[in-house]
């Protein structure tokens, strides 16, 4: 292996282990909205559809949810979640989960 190849190896694996964008906005962006409009009847206690939010602690841990986070996106674009009676997130904030 010569110095260049492995300098260059090297200089990207921080680059390789970090979170993608979207992982990366997990804590900050998503988790809050996810306790707000879901975590009344997606938590550990009622893990209503055997949905459980509050679990799911970190980037690291929304990472290997893909079938869990495509679900919940359709039945939030559906309109089917929050339910009707429940407390609705704003345009911006289904938006930015959607996107998310």
């Not at 010569?2 to 190896?9: D, E, N």
């Not at 988790?31 to 009622?46: D, F, I």
């Not at 679990?55 to 079938?67: L, M, P, R």
Request: charged share 20%; hydrophobic share 50%.
């Amino acid at each position: 292996m010569t110095r260049a190849f492995a300098l260059a190896l090297l200089l990207a694996a921080p680059a390789a282990a970090a979170d993608p964008p979207h992982l990366a906005a997990f804590p900050g962006d998503i988790k809050p909205l996810l306790a707000a409009y879901c975590g009344k009847c997606h938590n550990p206690a009622e893990q209503e559809g055997g949905v459980d939010f509050a679990s799911v602690t970190d980037a690291a841990a929304a990472a290997g949810k893909g079938k869990l986070w495509k679900r919940a996106a359709g039945r939030l674009r559906d309109g089917d979640m929050p339910p009707a009676e429940a407390r609705q997130p704003t345009a911006a904030e289904k938006a930015k989960l959607l996107a998310w």
